[in-house]
């Protein structure tokens, strides 16, 4: 037993109720068990209670032991002044409250229980590995798109730390946002950091010019440091020297990463396209706010590097010949993890539910991912359909599973309540 557990007992009546008394054998009426309360202060709000014939109105607070309302000092906490019933699981002293308490612990299905204890210390892939085949497959549907809501919030929030950094340039944290996707896992916060050193308004006043900008985030990014044998990374070079100088720019001193990478994601080819997407492209958030259909943000991203790093995946060192256009799959990538979130969260913080809808509509629009979490759950009997659906799915498997919270968890909820 744990308090949250007990919590969610009472939260949803998963107790008999039949006949209650209070510890000090006084006739007890639930009429309404409280709002839960996720903030300081007692577990349940604005509870009302019958107790004898008195009808009382407040708080009720939730313990596994009488004596632990002592151990957390809740007496001479204020929050708690309004605290009207005190429920337990075992009533193991009576410690002299001026309120009555309710004792549970003769009165909970040992199969719940046990159910709740299989799932704490189930050891697979997710905890209700042995149970989620049987949940209704409406409230799988209802639970994706609250776990999808909970991870755009979520991405709203880190969006609005970046516009608070730039007086909410949307354009700005577009930007900072697509290198940060550009350097995927590995080099992230690199990429981020170089697009945070170059302000927006110098890279549009070169964004006709591939070479100088190509200079600009290689450089930033310490790429540009070498002895150079080839004409084209020197000349990057001193492109770079002079702008660093004109515009006082500081370098980026976080490392880039290539090893146990696939070539064609090396930092030097990702800046490459980053560079040709800057060049090809002008107010780029714009257009993808007035994008009718997720086809034409598709076009928009479809860049390919200049001809240099078609030989090339590093400087300096050439290679056999490879087109480095921005693949099917990166654009995925860029589309899940940066467009669709930064359209949700102008809609979000602009009050606009079209763009909030439109993230909704395009996320499933866009091909499923294929991951070791997506897979897990396929292999559940799961369906893996769209963007939507593996974004859900890795939203549940890293927030919840992972963490055992399954009474904060739908399917969780479901598999204790049908005991």
Known sequence: ??????????????????????????????????????????????????????????????????????????????????????????????????????????????????????????????????????????????????????????????????????????????????????????????????????????????????????????????????????????????EYGFLQKKYGLQKVHLPLYFLRMRPANFPTVRLAQLASLVSGSQHLFSKIKEAENIAEVQLLLAVTANDYWHYHYVLDVPADFKKKSLGKGMIQNILINTVIPILYAYGYYNKTETFKNKALLWLEQIAPEHNSITKGFQLLGIQNKNAFDSQAFIQLKNQYCNHMYCLQCAIGSKILKEV
Request: charged share 15%.
């Open 1 to 238: 037993m744990t308090e949250r557990l007990l919590q969610f007992i009472w939260q949803f009546g998963h107790y008999n109720s039949g006949g209650l008394q209070t510890t000090e054998s006084q006739a007890l009426q639930i009429i309404h068990p409280g709002i839960y309360n996720t903030n300081q202060g007692p577990d349940f709000l604005n509870a009302k209670v019958k107790i004898g014939e008195t009808l009382w109105v407040g708080s009720i607070e939730i313990h596994l032991n009488s004596t632990d309302w002592n151990v957390h000092q809740h007496s001479i906490d204020t929050n708690y002044n309004n605290v009207i019933l005190h429920v337990v699981f075992n009533h193991n002293q009576d410690i002299g409250l001026p309120f009555p308490t309710l004792e549970l612990q003769q009165r909970v299905s040992k199969v719940l229980l046990n159910r709740y204890q299989s799932l704490m210390q189930a050891n697979y892939f997710i905890p209700c590995e042995n149970h989620i085949s049987h949940i209704p497959s409406i409230t799988i549907t209802a639970w994706k798109e609250s776990l999808m809501a909970e991870r755009l919030q979520q991405k709203a929030e880190y969006i609005q730390q970046l516009l608070q950094k730039n007086n909410h340039h949307w354009e700005e944290t577009f930007w900072w946002l697509l290198a940060k996707n550009f350097g995927l896992k590995i080099n992230s916060d690199a990429f981020e950091k170089i697009a945070q050193s170059i302000p927006i308004n110098i890279l549009a006043k070169h964004k006709n010019q591939l070479i100088q900008l190509e200079a600009l985030l290689l450089g930033q990014g310490g790429l540009l440091n070498e002895q150079f044998e080839e004409s084209y990374p020197a000349m990057l070079q001193k």
